[in-house]
Protein backbone atom coordinates (compact mmCIF):
# COMPACT_ATOMS: atom_id res chain seq x y z
CA UNK A 1 0.00 0.00 0.00
CA UNK A 2 1.21 3.68 -1.08
CA UNK A 3 0.41 5.99 1.23
CA UNK A 4 -0.43 10.07 -0.15
CA UNK A 5 -0.60 12.09 3.16
CA UNK A 6 -1.66 16.43 1.92
CA UNK A 7 -1.88 18.98 4.63
CA UNK A 8 -2.47 22.88 4.64
CA UNK A 9 1.03 23.49 5.42
CA UNK A 10 3.86 20.45 5.53
CA UNK A 11 7.05 21.17 7.81
CA UNK A 12 9.50 18.74 6.91
CA UNK A 13 11.77 19.55 9.38
CA UNK A 14 13.44 22.43 7.58
CA UNK A 15 10.90 23.32 4.73
CA UNK A 16 7.68 24.79 5.38
CA UNK A 17 5.54 24.04 2.33
CA UNK A 18 1.72 25.41 1.50
CA UNK A 19 -0.01 22.41 0.92
CA UNK A 20 2.20 19.89 0.42
CA UNK A 21 2.48 16.37 0.34
CA UNK A 22 4.25 13.29 1.42
CA UNK A 23 4.00 10.04 -0.57
CA UNK A 24 5.05 6.56 1.19
CA UNK A 25 6.29 3.65 -0.74
CA UNK A 26 4.35 0.14 0.59
CA UNK A 27 7.98 -0.16 2.81
CA UNK A 28 6.96 2.71 4.75
CA UNK A 29 9.54 4.68 3.52
CA UNK A 30 8.79 7.95 2.20
CA UNK A 31 10.08 8.52 -1.81
CA UNK A 32 8.76 12.02 -2.35
CA UNK A 33 7.73 15.46 -0.63
CA UNK A 34 5.95 18.07 -3.01
CA UNK A 35 3.88 20.79 -3.47
CA UNK A 36 1.00 21.13 -6.25
CA UNK A 37 -0.86 18.03 -7.86
CA UNK A 38 0.69 14.87 -6.31
CA UNK A 39 1.23 11.66 -7.37
CA UNK A 40 -1.58 8.66 -7.23
CA UNK A 41 -1.69 6.48 -4.21
CA UNK A 42 -3.43 3.59 -2.94
CA UNK A 43 -4.97 5.86 -0.10
CA UNK A 44 -4.98 8.89 0.21
CA UNK A 45 -5.29 11.21 3.84
CA UNK A 46 -6.21 14.45 2.92
CA UNK A 47 -5.41 17.16 6.06
CA UNK A 48 -6.42 20.61 4.71
CA UNK A 49 -6.76 22.24 8.19
CA UNK A 50 -3.23 20.48 9.66
CA UNK A 51 0.34 21.12 10.15
CA UNK A 52 2.17 17.81 9.13
CA UNK A 53 5.18 17.46 10.69
CA UNK A 54 8.10 14.58 11.41
CA UNK A 55 6.34 12.12 14.33
CA UNK A 56 7.06 13.33 17.84
CA UNK A 57 10.33 11.87 19.18
CA UNK A 58 10.13 10.29 22.94
CA UNK A 59 14.08 9.79 23.97
CA UNK A 60 13.01 8.67 27.71
CA UNK A 61 10.47 7.34 29.62
CA UNK A 62 9.31 4.55 31.96
CA UNK A 63 6.28 3.29 30.45
CA UNK A 64 5.27 1.15 33.46
CA UNK A 65 4.83 4.22 35.84
CA UNK A 66 1.27 4.67 33.69
CA UNK A 67 0.04 2.42 36.60
CA UNK A 68 1.56 4.37 39.54
CA UNK A 69 1.13 8.11 38.96
CA UNK A 70 0.42 10.91 41.56
CA UNK A 71 2.20 9.18 43.83
CA UNK A 72 4.39 11.86 46.43
CA UNK A 73 2.84 14.74 44.36
CA UNK A 74 5.27 17.10 46.49
CA UNK A 75 8.59 15.13 46.62
CA UNK A 76 12.24 14.85 45.90
CA UNK A 77 13.58 12.74 43.44
CA UNK A 78 14.96 10.29 46.27
CA UNK A 79 11.85 10.66 48.43
CA UNK A 80 9.46 9.60 45.46
CA UNK A 81 11.90 6.52 44.94
CA UNK A 82 12.11 5.45 48.57
CA UNK A 83 8.16 5.44 48.28
CA UNK A 84 7.15 3.51 45.07
CA UNK A 85 10.26 0.97 44.84
CA UNK A 86 8.08 -0.98 47.28
CA UNK A 87 5.30 -0.77 44.84
CA UNK A 88 7.00 -1.37 41.56
CA UNK A 89 8.05 -4.32 43.78
CA UNK A 90 4.75 -5.82 43.20
CA UNK A 91 4.22 -5.86 39.61
CA UNK A 92 4.48 -8.20 37.20
CA UNK A 93 4.23 -8.53 33.23
CA UNK A 94 0.34 -7.88 33.21
CA UNK A 95 0.74 -4.76 35.17
CA UNK A 96 3.38 -3.69 32.89
CA UNK A 97 1.30 -4.81 29.70
CA UNK A 98 -1.38 -2.88 30.71
CA UNK A 99 0.46 0.55 32.06
CA UNK A 100 2.27 0.25 28.52
CA UNK A 101 -0.85 -0.21 26.79
CA UNK A 102 -2.16 3.53 28.04
CA UNK A 103 1.61 5.21 27.97
CA UNK A 104 2.38 4.18 24.29
CA UNK A 105 -1.82 5.17 23.11
CA UNK A 106 -1.12 8.44 24.63
CA UNK A 107 2.07 8.87 23.05
CA UNK A 108 0.93 8.14 19.95
CA UNK A 109 -2.20 10.34 20.39
CA UNK A 110 -0.29 13.21 21.12
CA UNK A 111 1.77 12.52 17.62
CA UNK A 112 4.33 10.65 18.90
CA UNK A 113 5.89 7.74 16.33
CA UNK A 114 9.07 6.68 18.13
CA UNK A 115 9.63 5.94 21.88
CA UNK A 116 12.67 4.71 23.72
CA UNK A 117 11.54 2.97 27.20
CA UNK A 118 13.96 2.28 29.97
CA UNK A 119 12.23 -0.34 31.81
CA UNK A 120 14.33 -1.32 35.12
CA UNK A 121 12.14 -3.08 37.49
CA UNK A 122 12.27 -6.49 37.25
CA UNK A 123 11.18 -8.20 40.51
CA UNK A 124 12.55 -11.57 41.39
CA UNK A 125 11.73 -14.19 39.65
CA UNK A 126 8.94 -12.45 37.72
CA UNK A 127 9.21 -13.21 33.83
CA UNK A 128 8.19 -12.03 30.48
CA UNK A 129 7.81 -8.17 31.55
CA UNK A 130 10.57 -7.01 28.42
CA UNK A 131 8.33 -8.93 25.70
CA UNK A 132 5.40 -7.51 27.37
CA UNK A 133 6.76 -4.22 26.19
CA UNK A 134 7.83 -5.25 23.02
CA UNK A 135 4.35 -6.73 21.89
CA UNK A 136 2.50 -3.94 22.96
CA UNK A 137 4.51 -1.90 20.65
CA UNK A 138 4.11 -3.77 17.76
CA UNK A 139 0.21 -4.28 18.54
CA UNK A 140 0.00 -0.06 18.72
CA UNK A 141 1.77 0.81 15.53
CA UNK A 142 4.63 2.44 17.59
CA UNK A 143 8.36 2.31 16.84
CA UNK A 144 10.06 1.06 19.69
CA UNK A 145 13.46 1.59 21.31
CA UNK A 146 13.44 -0.99 24.70
CA UNK A 147 15.64 -0.14 27.29
CA UNK A 148 16.47 -3.43 28.96
CA UNK A 149 17.59 -1.29 32.45
CA UNK A 150 18.28 -3.17 35.41
CA UNK A 151 19.22 -2.05 39.42
CA UNK A 152 21.85 -4.36 41.05
CA UNK A 153 22.96 -1.81 43.86
CA UNK A 154 20.25 -2.52 46.99
CA UNK A 155 19.96 -0.81 50.14
CA UNK A 156 22.02 -3.08 51.99
CA UNK A 157 24.74 -2.70 49.51
CA UNK A 158 24.72 1.25 49.59
CA UNK A 159 22.35 1.40 46.88
CA UNK A 160 19.27 3.58 46.84
CA UNK A 161 16.78 1.06 46.04
CA UNK A 162 15.75 -1.85 48.49
CA UNK A 163 16.87 -5.22 48.16
CA UNK A 164 13.46 -6.81 46.93
CA UNK A 165 13.59 -4.87 43.37
CA UNK A 166 17.38 -5.49 42.41
CA UNK A 167 18.62 -8.49 40.27
CA UNK A 168 21.60 -10.32 39.72
CA UNK A 169 24.19 -9.19 37.83
CA UNK A 170 24.82 -12.52 36.16
CA UNK A 171 21.26 -12.74 34.97
CA UNK A 172 20.86 -9.32 34.05
CA UNK A 173 23.41 -9.73 31.33
CA UNK A 174 22.31 -12.80 30.33
CA UNK A 175 18.70 -11.43 29.77
CA UNK A 176 19.94 -8.59 28.04
CA UNK A 177 22.21 -10.30 25.73
CA UNK A 178 18.28 -12.87 25.56
CA UNK A 179 16.57 -9.99 24.08
CA UNK A 180 18.62 -8.73 21.68
CA UNK A 181 19.22 -11.53 20.02
CA UNK A 182 15.45 -12.02 19.98
CA UNK A 183 14.32 -8.46 19.26
CA UNK A 184 17.13 -6.13 17.72
CA UNK A 185 16.84 -5.11 14.05
CA UNK A 186 19.74 -3.34 13.39
CA UNK A 187 18.37 -2.37 9.78
CA UNK A 188 17.25 1.41 8.30
CA UNK A 189 13.51 1.29 8.82
CA UNK A 190 13.94 -0.60 12.05
CA UNK A 191 10.77 -1.05 14.20
CA UNK A 192 12.29 -2.01 17.05
CA UNK A 193 16.07 -1.68 18.57
CA UNK A 194 17.16 -2.83 22.07
CA UNK A 195 19.27 -0.64 23.93
CA UNK A 196 21.40 -1.36 27.25
CA UNK A 197 20.46 0.59 29.95
CA UNK A 198 21.68 0.46 33.65
CA UNK A 199 19.48 2.78 35.84
CA UNK A 200 21.44 5.24 37.92
CA UNK A 201 25.02 5.48 39.76
CA UNK A 202 22.97 5.32 42.73
CA UNK A 203 21.06 1.47 41.93
CA UNK A 204 23.64 -0.26 40.10
CA UNK A 205 27.23 -0.85 40.60
CA UNK A 206 30.08 0.07 38.53
CA UNK A 207 31.02 -3.62 37.59
CA UNK A 208 27.56 -3.60 36.28
CA UNK A 209 27.99 -0.08 34.28
CA UNK A 210 31.39 -1.44 32.86
CA UNK A 211 29.97 -5.17 31.79
CA UNK A 212 26.94 -3.60 30.35
CA UNK A 213 29.02 -1.27 28.50
CA UNK A 214 31.10 -3.92 26.96
CA UNK A 215 27.89 -6.37 26.37
CA UNK A 216 26.37 -2.91 24.27
CA UNK A 217 29.33 -2.25 22.20
CA UNK A 218 29.86 -6.50 21.48
CA UNK A 219 26.35 -6.32 19.52
CA UNK A 220 26.90 -2.99 18.39
CA UNK A 221 23.20 -1.49 20.12
CA UNK A 222 23.01 1.64 21.96
CA UNK A 223 23.51 2.64 25.56
CA UNK A 224 21.49 5.01 28.32
CA UNK A 225 21.40 5.71 31.66
CA UNK A 226 20.33 8.41 33.82
CA UNK A 227 22.79 10.98 34.45
CA UNK A 228 23.34 14.44 36.51
CA UNK A 229 19.52 14.46 37.63
CA UNK A 230 19.75 15.88 40.92
CA UNK A 231 22.25 17.31 43.51
CA UNK A 232 21.32 14.15 45.47
CA UNK A 233 22.64 12.15 42.78
CA UNK A 234 26.34 14.55 42.42
CA UNK A 235 26.68 13.97 46.28
CA UNK A 236 26.03 10.07 46.32
CA UNK A 237 28.47 10.17 43.25
CA UNK A 238 31.07 11.93 45.25
CA UNK A 239 30.81 10.50 48.48
CA UNK A 240 30.43 6.97 47.36
CA UNK A 241 32.77 6.92 44.38
CA UNK A 242 35.17 10.46 44.91
CA UNK A 243 33.81 11.19 41.27
CA UNK A 244 30.87 13.48 39.91
CA UNK A 245 28.14 11.48 37.78
CA UNK A 246 29.42 12.41 34.06
CA UNK A 247 33.54 11.98 35.85
CA UNK A 248 32.05 8.34 37.31
CA UNK A 249 30.63 7.47 33.53
CA UNK A 250 33.39 8.66 31.68
CA UNK A 251 35.72 6.20 33.74
CA UNK A 252 33.10 3.13 33.22
CA UNK A 253 33.23 3.56 29.53
CA UNK A 254 29.76 5.57 29.09
CA UNK A 255 30.53 7.90 26.97
CA UNK A 256 31.20 8.41 22.97
CA UNK A 257 28.33 8.79 20.09
CA UNK A 258 26.57 5.50 20.98
CA UNK A 259 25.15 6.65 24.37
CA UNK A 260 22.87 9.13 25.42
CA UNK A 261 21.52 10.27 28.74
CA UNK A 262 18.11 11.12 30.54
CA UNK A 263 18.44 14.68 32.33
CA UNK A 264 22.02 15.94 32.10
CA UNK A 265 21.00 18.94 35.14
CA UNK A 266 23.76 19.59 36.79
CA UNK A 267 26.97 20.16 34.69
CA UNK A 268 29.86 22.42 34.73
CA UNK A 269 31.16 23.90 31.73
CA UNK A 270 33.78 21.38 31.25
CA UNK A 271 31.25 18.42 31.13
CA UNK A 272 28.86 20.49 29.05
CA UNK A 273 31.91 20.74 26.22
CA UNK A 274 32.88 17.30 27.31
CA UNK A 275 29.53 15.99 26.28
CA UNK A 276 29.43 17.69 22.60
CA UNK A 277 32.79 16.79 21.62
CA UNK A 278 32.20 13.11 22.33
CA UNK A 279 28.17 13.38 21.09
CA UNK A 280 27.27 11.66 23.84
CA UNK A 281 23.36 12.73 23.87
CA UNK A 282 21.07 14.17 26.28
CA UNK A 283 17.49 13.57 26.88
CA UNK A 284 15.88 16.72 28.41
CA UNK A 285 12.39 16.13 30.71
CA UNK A 286 11.36 19.54 31.58
CA UNK A 287 7.84 18.63 33.08
CA UNK A 288 9.41 16.05 35.37
CA UNK A 289 12.56 17.94 36.44
CA UNK A 290 10.01 20.75 37.10
CA UNK A 291 7.89 18.01 39.05
CA UNK A 292 10.45 16.78 40.93
CA UNK A 293 12.37 20.00 41.09
CA UNK A 294 15.23 18.24 40.02
CA UNK A 295 16.59 21.46 38.47
CA UNK A 296 17.07 22.96 34.98
CA UNK A 297 19.11 21.37 31.87
CA UNK A 298 21.61 23.76 30.19
CA UNK A 299 20.10 23.07 26.65
CA UNK A 300 21.05 26.19 25.25
CA UNK A 301 24.36 25.65 26.50
CA UNK A 302 24.61 22.00 25.00
CA UNK A 303 22.50 23.13 21.98
CA UNK A 304 25.44 25.82 21.47
CA UNK A 305 28.66 23.50 21.77
CA UNK A 306 26.82 20.83 19.47
CA UNK A 307 25.48 18.45 21.99
CA UNK A 308 22.67 15.60 20.89
CA UNK A 309 19.46 16.98 22.44
CA UNK A 310 16.33 15.49 22.46
CA UNK A 311 13.14 15.41 24.88
CA UNK A 312 11.65 13.41 26.74
CA UNK A 313 8.17 12.98 28.32
CA UNK A 314 10.27 11.10 31.69
CA UNK A 315 8.07 8.26 33.35
CA UNK A 316 4.69 9.03 34.24
CA UNK A 317 4.80 8.65 37.83
CA UNK A 318 6.43 12.07 37.41
CA UNK A 319 4.70 13.76 34.86
CA UNK A 320 1.04 12.59 34.83
CA UNK A 321 1.44 12.82 30.84
CA UNK A 322 3.29 11.52 27.76
CA UNK A 323 2.64 14.60 25.72
CA UNK A 324 6.08 15.16 23.42
CA UNK A 325 4.98 18.32 22.30
CA UNK A 326 4.17 19.81 25.88
CA UNK A 327 7.46 18.61 26.35
CA UNK A 328 8.84 21.36 23.07
CA UNK A 329 6.64 23.95 25.63
CA UNK A 330 8.14 23.17 28.26
CA UNK A 331 11.76 23.19 26.54
CA UNK A 332 10.92 26.54 25.43
CA UNK A 333 9.93 28.22 28.43
CA UNK A 334 12.23 26.89 30.81
CA UNK A 335 15.03 27.70 28.82
CA UNK A 336 13.96 31.74 28.47
CA UNK A 337 13.45 31.55 31.96
CA UNK A 338 17.09 30.09 32.63
CA UNK A 339 18.86 32.55 30.33
CA UNK A 340 16.30 35.64 31.21
CA UNK A 341 15.91 36.13 27.04
CA UNK A 342 13.83 34.62 24.16
CA UNK A 343 16.60 33.69 22.82
CA UNK A 344 17.17 30.99 24.21
CA UNK A 345 15.53 28.48 22.52
CA UNK A 346 13.64 29.57 19.52
CA UNK A 347 9.89 28.06 18.81
CA UNK A 348 11.45 26.12 15.79
CA UNK A 349 14.83 24.91 17.84
CA UNK A 350 12.29 23.46 20.08
CA UNK A 351 10.11 21.36 17.76
CA UNK A 352 13.48 20.31 16.47
CA UNK A 353 14.54 18.80 20.14
CA UNK A 354 11.01 16.53 19.49
CA UNK A 355 12.21 15.19 16.71
CA UNK A 356 14.93 15.48 14.83
CA UNK A 357 17.16 15.84 18.11
CA UNK A 358 15.47 12.87 20.11
CA UNK A 359 16.14 10.98 16.48
CA UNK A 360 19.99 11.65 16.88
CA UNK A 361 19.85 10.26 20.74
CA UNK A 362 18.65 7.38 19.59
CA UNK A 363 20.74 7.11 16.66
CA UNK A 364 18.46 7.05 14.10
CA UNK A 365 19.80 8.94 10.72
CA UNK A 366 16.32 7.59 8.90
CA UNK A 367 13.56 9.64 11.34
CA UNK A 368 12.82 12.81 12.73
CA UNK A 369 12.42 14.32 9.31
CA UNK A 370 10.43 14.30 6.03
CA UNK A 371 12.92 13.81 3.40
CA UNK A 372 12.56 11.27 0.39
CA UNK A 373 14.72 8.25 2.28
CA UNK A 374 13.70 8.53 5.54
CA UNK A 375 10.60 6.90 7.54
CA UNK A 376 7.20 7.73 6.79
CA UNK A 377 6.52 8.86 10.20
CA UNK A 378 4.38 12.17 9.76
CA UNK A 379 2.12 13.67 12.93
CA UNK A 380 -0.70 15.91 11.88
CA UNK A 381 -1.78 18.58 13.96
CA UNK A 382 -5.47 20.60 13.52
CA UNK A 383 -5.34 24.83 13.32
CA UNK A 384 -8.76 25.54 13.46
CA UNK A 385 -9.58 24.36 16.21
CA UNK A 386 -10.34 26.65 18.98
CA UNK A 387 -7.10 26.87 20.42
CA UNK A 388 -5.15 27.67 17.39
CA UNK A 389 -7.97 29.13 14.52
CA UNK A 390 -6.33 32.44 13.13
CA UNK A 391 -2.77 31.95 14.64
CA UNK A 392 -0.24 33.72 12.72
CA UNK A 393 2.50 31.53 12.80
CA UNK A 394 1.24 28.02 12.70
CA UNK A 395 4.48 25.90 12.71
CA UNK A 396 5.58 27.65 16.44
CA UNK A 397 1.77 27.49 17.51
CA UNK A 398 3.02 24.14 17.96
CA UNK A 399 5.44 24.61 20.50
CA UNK A 400 3.72 27.92 22.15
CA UNK A 401 0.14 26.30 22.75
CA UNK A 402 1.14 22.68 22.13
CA UNK A 403 -1.94 20.85 20.76
CA UNK A 404 -2.98 17.89 23.37
CA UNK A 405 -4.35 15.52 20.62
CA UNK A 406 -3.23 14.82 17.33
CA UNK A 407 -5.59 14.62 13.99
CA UNK A 408 -3.46 11.79 11.85
CA UNK A 409 -0.74 9.94 12.72
CA UNK A 410 0.94 7.47 10.19
CA UNK A 411 4.27 5.43 11.76
CA UNK A 412 5.44 3.53 9.08
CA UNK A 413 3.37 4.48 5.85
CA UNK A 414 0.77 3.32 8.70
CA UNK A 415 -1.93 5.18 9.96
CA UNK A 416 -2.60 4.45 13.64
CA UNK A 417 -4.45 7.99 14.30
CA UNK A 418 -7.32 9.37 12.42
CA UNK A 419 -9.49 12.06 13.28
CA UNK A 420 -7.80 11.64 16.67
CA UNK A 421 -8.52 8.54 18.03
CA UNK A 422 -6.38 5.51 17.98
CA UNK A 423 -7.21 2.89 14.81
CA UNK A 424 -5.26 0.15 16.64
CA UNK A 425 -6.66 -0.32 20.04
CA UNK A 426 -9.73 0.85 21.95
CA UNK A 427 -8.85 4.01 24.21
CA UNK A 428 -11.47 4.01 26.31
CA UNK A 429 -10.81 0.16 27.11
CA UNK A 430 -7.16 0.64 27.67
CA UNK A 431 -8.57 3.88 30.06
CA UNK A 432 -10.50 1.27 32.25
CA UNK A 433 -8.13 -1.68 32.36
CA UNK A 434 -5.67 1.23 33.71
CA UNK A 435 -7.51 2.61 36.65
CA UNK A 436 -8.01 -1.09 37.66
CA UNK A 437 -4.54 -2.07 37.24
CA UNK A 438 -3.67 1.15 39.18
CA UNK A 439 -6.49 0.75 41.85
CA UNK A 440 -5.12 -3.08 42.42
CA UNK A 441 -1.60 -1.87 42.70
CA UNK A 442 -2.67 1.13 45.20
CA UNK A 443 -3.53 -1.54 47.55
ZN1 LIG B 1 13.88 8.53 34.07
Known sequence: MTLLLRAGLLFTGSQEIENGWVLSSDDGMIVEVGSGPPPRADEIIDEPNCVAMPGLVNAHDHMYQWATRGYVPDGTLFQWLRALYPVWARMDAETVRVAARAAMARLLLCGCSLSTDHHYVFPYGCRGIFEALVDVARELGLRFHPCRGSMSLGESKGGLPPDSVVEDE???????????????????????RVVVAPCSPFSVTPGLMRDSAALARKHGVRMHTHVAETLDEERFCIEKFGRRPVELMEDLGWTGDDVWYAHGIHLNDAEVDRIAEVKTGIAHCPSSNMRLGAGACRVEDLVRAGARVGLGVDGSASNEDA???????????????????????????????????????????????????????????????????????????????????????????????????????DEDQIAREIAATSARLAV
Open 170 to 192: DAILAHTEEMIGRYHDPKPGAMC
Open 323 to 425: NPAMEAHQALLLARVRATSPAALDARGALRLATRGGADCLGRDDCGTLEPGTCADIACFRVDDLAHAGIEDRVAALALAPPSRAQTVVVNGRVVVRDGRLLTA
